[in-house]
Structures are given as C-alpha cells and as structure tokens.
C-alpha cells in the first residue's frame, strides 16, 4: 500500500543510478547519489554529459531531478543530513567542480595541472577529502574537456 516511484537517472555516482521517492511520505531514498559531511567519489560515474539518447545524465541532472521532487525526508548514502538541506552540500560540490573544471580549460590549464588548480577548498575540513577531491577534479577534467554546452545553457 505504499506508492513508490523508481526514478532511474543513469551513469550518475556510478553506472546505471536509481533513487526511490516515496510522495506520500515525502521522504527519498537517495543511496550515494547524494553524501554530506563527507566528499564522495566519481570514480565509477560521471559528473555531467550527454548520453546516447541525447539527454543530461550525471550528477549534477541526479541531484537536479532529485531536487525538484516535494519531499521532506532524504535517506543519503552517508551522512546525517536527512532533511530539506540534506542534498545541499553535493550539489554545490558538483556545480564547483563543473564550473572551476570549465573555466580552467577555458584559462588553457592542461590536465597535469588541474588539481593544483582546482582545490575545492570548501570541503577541506570533510571527511575524505584529502583521498578524493583531487580524484574527482582530475576525473572531471577528463570528462569535461570536450564538453559543449546546450544553448539554453550559455543563457543561464
């Protein structure tokens, strides 16, 4: 008797990424699509591209689409933060590294060089930061160096 809606959005934290909204309860089960208190890893995932089909898939459109469901109750993959903010803190930390990563290529930053860079000194004081940020700001590199964005994009 429970309504659940399965939401699959794709090569995200890792391939193939799903979260569970329950709209009556209000409550979304997230697993490591979403973290707080800590950094995550991109290791297996990716943090925004285009797929085959031609849509955004990714961290940044997971967190998006979690986002914009009405809930009030999120079950992160670690963490604490289980209320309204608890998506807040992976979401900014994907939308810096999208935006400093972007404009360290566009500042001609070779890939050698994009961890000295690009430090997400926000996150300095989580846990595992030291053992994955740099990870995460190379990775993304890789990912965003021939990134184009949509046009509705270049107006935002």
């Known amino acids: 008797g429970v309504k659940m809606e399965y939401v699959s959005v794709g090569n995200s934290h890792s391939e193939n990424d799903y979260f569970l909204y329950l709209p009556d309860d209000k409550v979304i089960l997230v697993g490591d699509l ?7 890893s991109n290791r297996d995932g990716q943090v925004l591209a285009i797929n085959e089909e031609g849509k955004p898939e990714g961290q940044i459109p997971a967190i998006e689409a979690i986002k914009a469901r009405d809930w009030n109750n999120i079950v992160p993959g670690h963490g604490f933060l289980v209320d309204k903010n608890g998506a807040d803190e992976a979401e900014l930390y994907f939308r810096l590294i999208k935006e400093r990563v972007l404009a360290a290529i566009d500042d001609d930053v070779d890939q050698g060089d994009i961890t000295k860079v690009v430090t997400l000194d926000e996150f300095i004081d989580k846990d595992l930061y030291w053992l994955l940020s740099a990870k995460n700001v190379y990775r993304a590199y890789e990912e965003l160096e021939m990134y184009e964005p949509p046009e509705d994009e270049d107006e935002e």
Not at 34 to 40: A, I, Q, S
Request: aromatic share 0%.
């Open 34 to 40: 979403v973290m707080n208190g800590r950094v995550t």
